[in-house]
């Protein structure tokens, strides 16, 4: 069974620019998840999404933001990108129940100049 | 003060050794707990998990919760330096709204030396 897809690996990006992450998750899993990741507050949860509908939010701004399609592939959008905006950004994928357990993929990292 | 807390280390032991890592959290919600190994530059992948209270086995690695201590660790036995990671713990519980949402550990960083 495919694991969790994360597609692209690696970014460059401007300050002011906008980036979208895509993910793809384990065949069958309909909960996707966005986490980000820095050395300095490590793993923050940013917002989940199952079957289409947003379903908790993270401590965010309004810059980030996602989206899930019907067959449950997920993307996210950070706009207006800030320097403080690179980081590891990890797509977890699971059945959909709560208290599930969560599937990481590599993750993409995202740099921004 | 963190929901789940997690020293950091560096931990450094020789090969061989028994390992103890261990996490402390406040929020008495919390019924999955997980853990996770991350390699540089990689996703973290999920080693085990427990619901509620107990021990769970697999391998050369034990979880244990203590949920009346909110408390659990890990331990893995006769480590080998491919066990060189950093070590992260998770938890779940059910948010407002339903769903599901991890709250990790800071991690910590293990080296297992030859």
């Known amino acids: 069974k495919a694991g969790v897809t994360q597609t692209p690996r690696y970014l460059i990006k401007t300050r002011g620019q906008q980036v979208t992450l895509s993910c793809s998750p384990i065949?069958?899993?309909?909960?996707v998840s966005w986490y980000q990741q820095t050395p300095g507050q490590g793993l923050q949860f940013l917002f989940e999404?199952?079957?289409?509908?947003?379903?908790n939010k993270g401590n965010f701004p309004g810059r980030f933001s996602g989206r899930q399609f019907s067959n449950s592939r997920s993307e996210m959008n950070v706009s207006t990108l800030e320097l403080g905006d690179s980081a590891l950004y990890l797509c977890?994928?699971?059945?959909?129940?709560?208290?599930?357990?969560?599937?990481f993929g590599q993750g993409t990292r995202l740099t921004v100049v | 003060q963190k929901e789940v807390e997690q020293d950091p280390g560096p931990l450094s032991v020789p090969e061989g050794a028994i390992v103890s890592l261990n996490c402390t959290y406040s929020?008495?919600?919390?019924?999955?707990f997980m853990w996770y190994r991350q390699y540089s530059r990689k996703g973290p992948e999920l080693l085990m998990y427990?619901?509620?209270?107990g021990n769970k086995e697999d391998g050369r690695f034990t979880a244990q919760v203590d949920k009346s201590s909110k408390y659990i660790s890990l331990f893995i036995r006769d480590s080998q330096p491919s066990d060189s990671a950093t070590y992260l713990c998770?938890?779940?519980?059910?948010?407002?709204?339903?769903?599901?949402?991890?709250?990790f550990g800071t991690g910590t960083q293990l080296k297992v030396e030859l």
């Open positions: 929020n008495s919600a919390f019924q999955y």
């Open positions: 999404y199952f079957s289409e509908t947003q379903r």
């Open positions: 427990t619901y509620s209270s």
């Open positions: 998770a938890m779940s519980a059910t948010p407002t709204g339903g769903g599901n949402k991890l709250t």
């Open positions: 977890a994928s699971s059945l959909g129940g709560t208290l599930g357990v969560a599937f």
């Open positions: 065949s069958g899993h309909r909960s």
